[in-house]
């Protein structure tokens, strides 16, 4: 028996952009990042480049009728929700691109590419001045600091030269002006996002890397196709920003040049979180089995596991109300769920600052016994305090504790302790990279206290 179809429909993106053999930006680029968004990608490739992660080596502009020729065949098939452009090379590029976006009835992103990330020129210099006409016909320009400083006038060195650059692109009919950050120095990667009403900030801690490698393709897309769900302009913004800032975090390292930012990061994460939550249920399942109560702190013992690219507390799975100790032995008051933890998901993410590849904790109750157990772990064993911090201020001190303490040892430590963290109520935060590595450096510490106890009752 044949069986029915059940089909679905997802919003059409129209990428306008030229290829990249390395994969990393480019037309490639967008497509990846458009199914990763739940969007459809469909193409008109502007210019074949011979490029890889270390620099663009040949390009080839296909004539403007090939290129109009393949926006006639998208458009004239396909209900096309968004449009995003990206490398367009000459004038008469920018001119028939121009025209299309004017026909087509959807909001259209317009990254303004320029120089490739390994600082090779891709757009013609007499082609500069032809954006104009283009950016006047889109929703959303996303120039980084050196395409600003063009297209404006202005060389966005802070946020208010930023903002004074997108004010003068909005001047020239955008709708809105995303001045990107990422080549400003600092810290701080600050986004601004102006509107003909309105200015919007993004920020987000820079990450110390070079593999940015289609970055700005990344982005523009993303956006595009939240505009193609009908997002609103500044939710599709800042979507697309988280998204990119995971994807430079968890770059892709490929080639022998700096690697590509890592377009799939927020659909790998989602399909992730089954076996990150399976993983946390099968702790927790040795922990009753083997009775973990003499470990377990007043405040209750949690366990938490963040997927191989959480950045958040919603993005790491633990016990909802913890493990208790009862009367029958140490048993979870309910089940496993994403969110369910604050303190030791936190402690977690901190953690993984430093070490990325940590994805498991727990917590444990600190006094005497289990001081001297921790010896018997097999990393080292760092210490840190909160001390009087506020509820307000817990957070930043966890995160500063928790650097203070990575810097102190040599290794990933297996354990941290904290002293004053949640009250007066000391604790030890165990680590590991693995499920079964967090259950036996538990375990660890529950047969050294559990021998502690006998040899006390022998004296």
């Given at each position: 028996?044949?069986?029915?179809?059940?089909?679905?429909s997802?919003?059409?993106?129209?990428?306008?952009a030229g290829?990249?053999?390395g994969?990393?930006?480019?037309?490639?680029?967008?497509?990846?990042?458009?199914?990763?968004?739940?969007a459809?990608?469909?193409?008109?490739?502007?210019?074949?480049?011979?490029?890889n992660?270390?620099g663009?080596?040949r390009?080839?502009v296909?004539?403007?009728?090939?290129?109009?020729a393949?926006?006639e065949?998208?458009?004239?098939?396909?209900d096309?929700g968004a449009?995003k452009?990206?490398?367009?090379?000459t004038?008469?590029v920018?001119?028939?691109?121009?025209?299309?976006?004017?026909d087509?009835?959807?909001?259209a992103v317009?990254?303004?590419?320029?120089?490739?990330?390994?600082?090779d020129?891709?757009?013609a210099?007499?082609?500069?001045?032809?954006?104009e006409?283009?950016?006047?016909e889109a929703?959303?320009v996303?120039?980084n600091?050196?395409?600003?400083?063009?297209l404006a006038?202005?060389?966005?060195?802070?946020?208010?030269?930023?903002?004074?650059a997108?004010?003068?692109?909005?001047?020239?009919?955008?709708?809105?002006?995303?001045?990107?950050?990422?080549?400003v120095?600092g810290e701080?990667?600050?986004?601004?996002?102006v509107?003909?009403d309105?200015?919007?900030?993004?920020?987000?801690?820079?990450?110390?890397t070079?593999?940015?490698h289609?970055s700005?393709c990344?982005?523009?897309s993303?956006?595009?196709?939240?505009?193609?769900?009908?997002?609103d302009?500044?939710d599709a913004?800042?979507?697309g920003?988280?998204?990119?800032?995971?994807?430079?975090?968890?770059?892709?390292?490929?080639g022998?040049?700096?690697?590509?930012?890592?377009?799939?990061v927020?659909?790998?994460d989602?399909?992730a979180?089954d076996?990150?939550?399976?993983?946390?249920?099968?702790?927790?399942?040795?922990?009753?089995?083997?009775n973990?109560?003499p470990?377990?702190?007043?405040?209750?013992?949690n366990?938490?596991?963040a997927?191989?690219y959480a950045?958040?507390?919603d993005?790491?799975?633990?016990?909802?109300?913890?493990?208790a100790e009862?009367?029958s032995g140490?048993?979870?008051?309910?089940?496993v769920?994403?969110g369910?933890?604050?303190?030791?998901?936190?402690?977690?993410?901190?953690a993984?600052?430093?070490?990325?590849a940590l994805?498991?904790?727990?917590?444990?109750?600190?006094?005497d016994a289990v001081a001297?157990?921790?010896?018997?772990?097999?990393g080292?064993v760092a210490?840190?305090?909160t001390?009087d911090?506020?509820?307000?201020?817990?957070?930043?001190?966890?995160?500063r504790?928790?650097?203070?303490?990575?810097?102190?040892?040599?290794?990933t430590p297996s354990a941290?302790v904290?002293?004053?963290?949640?009250?007066d109520e000391p604790l030890?935060?165990?680590?590991?990279?693995?499920?079964?590595?967090?259950?036996?450096r538990?375990?660890?510490?529950?047969e050294?206290?559990?021998?502690?106890?006998?040899?006390s009752?022998?004296?």
């Open positions: 028996m044949t069986r029915q179809e059940a089909p679905i997802p919003p059409v993106v129209l990428a306008v290829s990249d053999s994969g990393g930006a480019g037309i490639q680029a967008d497509l990846k990042t458009i199914e990763a968004c739940g459809f990608g469909t193409t008109a490739i502007t210019s074949v480049t011979a490029q992660t270390t663009v080596e390009t080839h296909l004539p403007t009728e090939e290129i109009d393949q926006c065949a998208v458009c004239s098939d396909f096309v449009v452009t990206g490398m367009l090379a004038v008469e920018v001119d028939l691109v121009t025209e299309r976006i004017r087509v009835d959807a909001p317009v990254d303004p590419v320029m120089v490739a990330a390994s600082g020129r891709l757009l210099s007499e082609a500069e001045s032809a954006y006409d283009l950016i006047a929703t959303l996303t120039p600091a050196d395409e600003a400083a063009v006038g202005v060389t966005p060195e802070s946020e208010a030269e930023a903002r004074e997108g004010e003068r692109l909005v001047d020239l009919g955008v709708d809105a002006a995303l001045v990107k950050g990422g080549h120095p701080t990667v600050v986004d601004v996002l509107t003909g309105s200015v919007e900030t993004f920020r987000h801690p820079r990450v110390d070079d593999a940015t289609g700005g990344t982005l523009s993303a956006i595009a196709a939240r505009l193609a769900h009908g997002d302009l500044v913004v800042g979507a920003i988280d998204l990119l800032a995971r994807a430079v975090r968890y770059n892709l390292d490929v022998e040049g700096p690697g590509a930012v890592h377009h799939s927020e659909l790998r989602r399909a979180r076996a990150t939550a399976e993983a946390v249920e099968g702790v927790v399942q040795s922990f009753v089995d083997r973990v109560g470990l377990v702190p007043e405040v209750g013992l366990v938490a596991g997927t191989p950045e958040r507390p993005e790491t799975a633990a016990v909802e109300g913890r493990i009862t009367l140490a048993h979870p008051n309910r089940g769920r994403f369910a933890s604050t303190h030791v998901a936190r402690l977690l993410l901190a993984r600052e430093r070490e990325p994805r498991f904790a727990a917590n444990c109750r600190h006094d001297a157990a921790l010896d018997e772990l097999d080292p210490e840190f305090d001390g911090a506020s509820e307000d201020s817990r957070e930043r001190s966890v995160e504790g928790v650097e203070t303490t990575f810097a102190s040892v040599e290794g941290l904290n002293r004053g963290a949640y009250g030890v935060f165990v680590l590991a990279r693995e499920p079964d590595a967090l259950v036996d538990t375990l660890t510490l529950l050294a206290v559990g021998s502690d106890a006998v040899e009752d022998e004296k």
